[in-house]
C-alpha cells in the first residue's frame, strides 16, 4: 500500500499521518509546497510531487502516471480530508480502479468502510487494486524511528481537461465545519436537560472558536443533527481541546475522542468515566453552568425552553 497525501502550501491534512502509518510509513506527498513538510516520524520511504496550486482533475492525471509507473497491485490510500475525498474519485477514474471510500482499515485482501453514517461496517474483500480514503481518528500513531528517505518526482505534462477553478479559498466556519478536522469541540450530552440548550451551547462555542458535538443519546431524541454525533457510531474526532457538558462517557463516544490535549468535563457525577479523564473535572450540574457562561459572555440569564 502507498498513501497519497494532498498538501496546501506545505500544510498536511487532517488524518495525514493515520494514512501514513496505515500504509506501513510509504507516501507520495503531493500538491503545493511539499518539500516544507516535516515526514521525520511519520514516513519511512516518501516520494515529493510539486504539482502547483489546487486543481483535483489536473492532480489526479498527474497522480495517475506517477502511481502507474509503481506496482500494479499497490493499493492507494488518501485520507478522508476534504481535499483526499475530493481527489480520491477523480485519482480512482483516472486509474480505472474502484473507489472504497470511507475506510476505518485497510489490511492485505480486505477493506472495513463505514456506512449508513458509521452505524455499519461493512467488510470488503480485495481481488485487485482499488483507491480508497482513510477516516481520520480511527487508529493510533506510533512515531516510527526510521530515518525518512526522500525522492523528487517529476510527472509527466497533464494534458488540458476540464478542471474545477478556485476562486476563493476561505478559513473554516468552526460552528458548521466537518467534527473530524475540528481542532475545538464543545460537546453536550443526557446530561443537558433540553434541546435549547445545544443553542446555548453553540453560543458558548463560537466564543471559543469551536464547534459543538454530541452524544448518541442526544442524536436519538433529534437534539442535535446525526452528523454531530461523536463516537464509534458517529464521527471520529481528535481535538486539541474537548469540553463536555453533561457527558458521562460512554465507551462508544470516548473511544471516538482520539487524543485531545487537554478534556475539560461538567458533571454532577464526580467518577463518571468522563470527568475521570478530564485535565479539569467541575463537579456541578451543566445546565446550570451554561446558564452561568452565557451571563459572562454578556447575555442574560435564561429559563431552558423558553
Keep these: 500500500m502507498i498513501a497519497v497525501v494532498p498538501v496546501r502550501d506545505g500544510v498536511l491534512p487532517a488524518g495525514a499521518d493515520e ?20 515526514l521525520a516520524g ?6 515529493l ?4 496550486s489546487f486543481q483535483p482533475g489536473r492532480w489526479a492525471t498527474a497522480l495517475a502516471a506517477v502511481v502507474a ?11 478522508a480530508s476534504a481535499d483526499g475525498r475530493d481527489l480520491a474519485p477523480r485519482l480512482a477514474e483516472a486509474l480505472d480502479r474502484p473507489l472504497l471510500a470511507g475506510a476505518t482499515e485497510i489490511r492485505a485482501g480486505h477493506v472495513r468502510v463505514a456506512r449508513r453514517g458509521g452505524r455499519d461496517l461493512v467488510e470488503c474483500q480485495l481481488t485487485g487494486p482499488i483507491v480508497a480514503t482513510l477516516i481520520p ?9 526510521a530515518p525518512s528517505t526522500v525522492d523528487v518526482l517529476t510527472p509527466p505534462p497533464a494534458a488540458a481537461s476540464i478542471d474545477a477553478d478556485v476562486v476563493e479559498v476561505l478559513p473554516p466556519d468552526v460552528t458548521t465545519m466537518d467534527l ?3 481542532a475545538r469541540i464543545v460537546g453536550g450530552g443526557a446530561g443537558l436537560d433540553d434541546a435549547a440548550r445545544f443553542g ?18 442526544v442524536t436519538d431524541r433529534s437534539w442535535a443533527p446525526h452528523e454531530r ?18 457527558i458521562s462517557g460512554a465507551v462508544q463516544h470516548t473511544s471516538g475522542l482520539g487524543d485531545p490535549e487537554h478534556i475539560i468535563s461538567v458533571n454532577t457525577d464526580a467518577h463518571c468515566p468522563m470527568m475521570q479523564m478530564s485535565d479539569l473535572a467541575i463537579v456541578s450540574d451543566a445546565n446550570a453552568v451554561l446558564d452561568e457562561l452565557l451571563v459572562l459572555l454578556g447575555g442574560r440569564r435564561e429559563v431552558a425552553g423558553g
Design 19 to 38: 494514512t501514513i502509518a496505515e500504509c506501513g510509513g510509504r507516501a507520495v506527498v503531493a500538491g503545493s509546497g511539499g518539500e516544507s513538510v516535516d
Design 42 to 47: 511519520l514516513a519511512n520511504e516518501a516520494w
Design 49 to 52: 510531487v510539486e504539482l502547483g
Design 69 to 79: 509507473a509503481r506496482p500494479a497491485n499497490e493499493v492507494v490510500v488518501l485520507p
Design 137 to 145: 481518528g480511527v487508529r493510533g500513531v506510533a512515531p516510527t524511528e
Design 180 to 182: 473530524a478536522e475540528a
Design 200 to 217: 446555548q451551547l453553540e453560543r458558548v462555542a463560537a466564543a471559543i472558536g469551536a464547534t459543538v458535538g454530541a452524544t448518541r443519546v
Design 229 to 246: 454525533q461523536i463516537g464509534t457510531t458517529g464521527v471520529v474526532v481528535d481535538p486539541d481541546l474537548y469540553v463536555a457538558f453533561g
